[in-house]
């Protein structure tokens, strides 16, 4: 079974500095993997996502991330944090049969001014 | 995403009482979902919906059913409501199953 594993609960950076999510995933085939976030009291937001295309995705608000089939791992960038890039993150994955989206535990971000 | 939208946005309600939730997307995509959001779990899949009267179950369906008589609106329903059913609830829907879905705002759900 496909599974996501968000390696941090809680990430603080300052703004202005470089912002790094981490996500693992496990799949038996070639995922599809995508990034959403979520700001306090909002429903989801797709960033960017991964369909077996470039394996360097560009998203939305500057995020991007890489797909490493290696290490099977898909980690979130950004060069310079904001401070309305504070929300939750969730890494997700496709699972095998592709009708649905498995999520992990989410990383809540904190940019301190 | 401002296709999507769910009512009540917010509900408290009493153990042992039926709820009902609404989902209503404007957009036609044929995929909608229902899932429950609680702390340290992210986003858990409750039913689904591949068409019209077409559902199936996620990974915690239990004491969950859902309709789904038209394109645009799923139904998640509790029949007898109970505490571990407070969470916040999410729909989200999307053309092509396994692909980026669009979720609405969301519905807090307090059991008493």
């Known amino acids: 079974a496909q599974s996501v594993t968000q390696l941090d609960s809680h990430v603080s950076v300052s703004e202005g500095t470089p912002v790094l999510l981490r996500c693992n995933y496990s799949s038996s085939y070639s995922p599809s993997l995508f990034w959403y976030v979520q700001h306090p009291n909002k429903g989801l937001q797709l960033l960017l996502k991964y369909t077996s295309a470039a394996t360097l995705v560009k998203g939305i608000n500057g995020f991007e991330a890489e797909f490493k089939k290696s290490e099977t791992s898909f980690h979130l960038t950004k060069p310079s944090a904001h401070m309305s890039d504070a929300a939750e993150y969730f890494c997700v994955v496709s699972d095998r049969g592709g009708n649905k989206l498995v999520f992990g535990a989410g990383t809540i971000l904190r940019v301190k001014s | 995403d401002a296709g999507i939208t769910q009512s009540p946005r917010h509900k408290v309600t009493e153990t042992g009482t039926p709820v009902t939730l609404r989902c209503h997307q404007t957009?036609?995509?044929?995929?909608m979902y229902w899932y429950r959001q609680d702390p340290g779990h992210g986003l858990r899949l409750i039913h689904y919906s591949y068409g019209v009267k077409d559902t199936d179950k996620g990974e915690v369906s239990d004491g969950y059913s859902v309709s789904r008589s038209k394109t645009e609106d799923f139904l998640l329903t509790l029949e007898s409501a109970t505490s571990s059913q407070t969470s916040v609830y999410f729909c989200?829907?999307?053309?092509?199953?396994?692909?980026?879905?669009?979720f609405g705002p969301g519905t807090r759900l307090t059991v008493l």
């Open positions: 989200a829907a999307g053309p092509v199953p396994g692909h980026e879905q669009f």
């Open positions: 957009e036609n995509h044929r995929y």
